[in-house]
């Protein structure tokens, strides 16, 4: 398993709070069968606004205490970006990517997305970089015509589930639609979104739930193989899941054709 988003850098957004926390948190999920993890903090200009610099300080250390603790883990750093104009100067000067990939984390406001989403992101994708919509099941557009996923995917943006979406975790409208999202195939990973603020095992069990409820490849597929692609830059297909529903129109018989039927 590879998980996508996470904010386990202590005391630089509203993840977690204490570095040991975070250690314990790290070693759950490298047991559970964790191979590889994106420490996604939150950016989001006048808010959650820092310096790479000052990103990889926090990073460091972190990496530096798990290799002490011997926990088993590929550890990335990342970054989930709060969509605003000009963002893109951010992330280039930042380097907001998801570890050396050309793959960007976004978010933005969840009681709707704004009319400018669009124009917002066009710049990033007009500049090569791949966005990713974070916890797209949470959007109240989203919520109220999921459709709209798929809409986004036709226009080069990938999907991101949070996994406690899927468990009932934000409520019944967000794992209805979470679970629309699966089933059809508008979303491209499945991830914790942890902000340590308990177990970790949601993760393993949503896992388990999508093998029991559809099947074992599509759980790797979203859990593993398209999260892996992100640090091979093999392509992830926008459009995956086609639904094959046969006609049953017949042309009309003439009287002949129906005596003789």
């Known amino acids: 398993m590879i998980d996508i988003h996470t904010h386990l850098i202590p005391n630089i957004d509203d993840g977690s709070k204490d570095l040991q926390d975070s250690l314990k948190q790290l070693a759950k999920m490298a047991e559970g069968g964790v191979k590889r993890v ?25 990496i530096e205490k798990a290799k002490e603790e011997k926990i088993n883990l590929d550890i990335q750093p990342g970054f989930e970006i ?28 969840l009681n709707g997305l704004p009319n400018d989403f669009y124009n917002n992101i066009y710049p990033l994708l007009r500049a ?27 226009r ?23 679970w629309t999202l699966v089933n059809n195939g508008w979303t491209h990973f499945i991830a914790s979104d942890d902000h340590v603020r308990g177990t970790y095992f949601a993760n ?34 926008y459009q995956y899941v086609h639904i094959y529903r046969p ?7 003439n009287w002949l054709q129906r005596l003789f039927a």
């Open 128 to 154: 090569g970089y791949k966005p990713i919509l974070a916890h797209a099941e949470r959007y109240v557009s989203i919520m109220r015509k999921p459709e709209r996923a798929e809409s986004l995917s036709h």
């Open 82 to 109: 709060f969509l605003q104009p000009d963002i893109i100067t951010d992330i280039q000067k930042n380097s907001l990517t998801l570890g050396n990939s050309p793959y960007v984390l976004i978010e933005s406001e």
């Open 204 to 237: 393993f069990e949503a896992r388990a739930e999508v093998e029991r409820r559809i099947d074992h490849h599509t759980a790797h597929l979203l859990f593993h193989e398209y999260p892996e692609a992100i640090e091979t830059q093999d392509i992830i297909p």
């Open 38 to 62: 994106y420490l996604t903090s939150h950016y989001f200009r006048g808010h959650y606004q820092y310096s790479r610099d000052e990103y990889d300080k926090r990073f460091n250390l972190l």
């Open 156 to 178: 080069n943006i990938y999907m991101q589930t949070n996994s406690g979406s899927l468990l009932g975790m934000y409520g019944e409208k967000v794992m209805k639609t979470a």
């Open 247 to 253: 006609s049953h129109r017949h042309k009309r018989r």
